[in-house]
């Protein structure tokens, strides 16, 4: 079931505009900003074919189309490509510095290390142009999910998720925030754990760290499931 409904009549509403939400608001307009002053020629461009050539190597976790049937590795397939690419350089930076730097995962940095960056634009761009498989989300966690996903907790400082991912998950691909619609539940729990515990730091100005640490363990569990069945993954760039 997809737990989406519509914002376009809500976006301008009075309860978008209190001074919590114009504070997200500032920092994403700044993101923004810098993001559209990186020359095209910087962003990152690959071959698709070529992607799909390499990609094999990758279908054991994550799928030939990158749907992964493993729910404890991630659906990659409609990914934004530049944040494909910034995962595999950060991976490829933890194996060279022993986690210090980067991000830290046992698998992905040996998968990583003998990548060029030519390999991680090429991988990227097969990976984004697949088409992602819906998930879903029972129904027990639509109603608590959808507030804590759109509104967050003001009273504990917890930004509601809708603020950089979309009220569809879908992300902002020019300011490097992933999409996360139909992702799987284990999956989605394990990163925001992670974040939460510091384990994983390759958040930007440490954004995620800073929500995750506010979250309990019922929240993370709803969430998870509530971010399972957004849809429409590509419907919104």
Not at 21 to 42: D, E, P, Q, T, Y
Not at 56 to 74: E, F, L
Not at 107 to 128: H, I, R, W
Request: one cysteine or more; hydrophobic letters at 35%.
């Amino acid at each position: 079931r997809d737990p989406v409904r519509d914002w376009s009549s809500d976006v301008c509403s009075s309860d978008l505009l209190d001074p919590f939400k114009r504070f997200i608001m500032k920092k994403l307009c700044l993101l923004l900003c810098v993001s559209l002053g990186i020359s095209v020629s910087a962003m990152a461009e690959g071959d698709a074919e070529a992607g799909k050539a390499k990609s094999a190597v990758c279908a054991a976790c994550h799928g030939p189309d990158g749907n992964s049937m493993i729910d404890m590795n991630p659906k990659i397939a409609g990914q934004h490509e530049k944040y494909l690419v910034k995962q595999l350089m950060e991976f490829k930076l933890a194996s060279q510095t022993g986690g210090e730097e980067g991000r830290n995962n046992a698998v992905m940095n040996g998968m990583a290390a003998p990548l060029s960056e030519q390999d991680m634009k090429d991988l990227a761009a097969y990976f984004s142009s697949q088409t992602p498989k819906e998930g879903e989300t029972a129904e027990q966690y639509i109603e608590a999910g959808r507030a804590l996903y759109q509104g967050g907790d003001e009273s504990r400082g917890v930004t509601a998720c809708i603020a950089c991912h979309g009220p569809k998950g879908n992300g902002m691909g020019l300011a490097g925030f992933p999409d996360i619609s139909g992702q799987h539940v284990t999956y989605t729990a394990a990163q925001l754990k992670s974040f939460r515990a510091g384990e994983r730091h390759n958040d930007m100005n440490g954004m995620m760290r800073d929500i995750a640490m506010k979250l309990t363990d019922e929240d993370i569990e709803i969430l998870s499931n509530y971010i399972a069945g957004l849809q429409d993954r590509k419907s919104v760039v």
